[in-house]
T-cell receptor, first 113, second 109 residues
Framework: DVKVTQSSRYLVKRTGEKVFLECVQD?????MFWYRQDPGLGLRLIYF???????EKGDIPEGYSVSREKKERFSLILESASTNQTSMYLC????????????FGEGSRLTVL | RKEVEQDPGPFNVPEGATVAFNCTYS??????FFWYRQDCRKEPKLLMS???SGNEDGRFTAQLNRASQYISLLIRDSKLSDSATYLC??????????FGTGTRLQVFP
């Protein structure tokens, strides 16, 4: 089975702090994604990556950056956390472009005070 | 207008009932369609892909109507374990998947 592991299930941070969310997949998938999920808004794509050191902006990249130094690891960075970034963050991987199915991690619930 | 729209529900149905969800999408260039299931406080998981001719997987039937730009999911003989949120997902010619906000189903004894 594909395993997508997110480093923290729950985080509480203060406004202005730098936040790192880590995601690791163990199935040698090419593509990785970061979404946030909010009530009434569904899943919205923040960033995605097709390859090591490559990144593409999704629909809501403002306030976020990403890093993919190794194929299996995709990190989401909040340079200066704000209260409107309180959300559930979901990482996903995809075997290759066109494969369709996304495999999600269990999510990281971030609260920014 | 949202790119993918779903009735949020909840749909409250008794065990054994048949229930159907619809989802509409706005971009006629959409290429692939999926239903994902998300249990409470869990991550989404693929339930089934949706093919042009319609497809069935056990008690679940998915259909696509390109002319009217909607997809549907039919669940027959509902089980308590079917209680979840069902997410409609649409893919364009890139690998961006657009998720609907989900339809919540609650099956009661």
């Amino acid at each position: 089975d594909v395993k997508v592991t997110q480093s923290s299930r729950y985080l509480v941070k203060r406004t202005g702090e730098k936040v790192f969310l880590e995601c690791v997949q163990d199935m040698d998938h090419e593509n990785m994604f970061w979404y946030r999920q909010d009530p009434g808004l569904g899943l919205r794509l923040i960033y995605f990556s097709y390859d090591v050191k490559m990144k593409e902006k999704g629909d809501i990249p403002e306030g976020y950056s990403v890093s993919r130094e190794k194929k299996e690891r995709f990190s989401l960075i909040l340079e200066s956390a704000s209260t409107n970034q309180t959300s559930m963050y979901l990482c996903a991987s995809q075997r290759f472009s066109g494969a369709g199915e996304l495999f999600f991690g269990e999510g990281s619930r971030l609260t920014v005070l | 207008r949202k790119e993918v729209e779903q009735d949020p529900g909840p749909f409250n149905v008794p065990e054994g009932a048949t229930v159907a969800f619809n989802c509409t999408y706005s971009n006629s260039a959409s290429q692939s369609f999926f239903w994902y299931r998300q249990d409470c406080r869990k991550e989404p998981k693929l339930l089934m892909s949706v093919y042009s001719s319609g497809n069935e997987d056990g008690r679940f039937t998915a259909q696509l109507n390109r002319a009217s730009q909607y997809i549907s999911l039919l669940i027959r003989d509902s089980k308590l374990s079917d209680s979840a949120t069902y997410l409609c997902v649409v893919k364009y010619n890139t690998d961006k998947l657009i998720f609907g906000t989900g339809t919540r189903l609650q099956v009661f004894p």
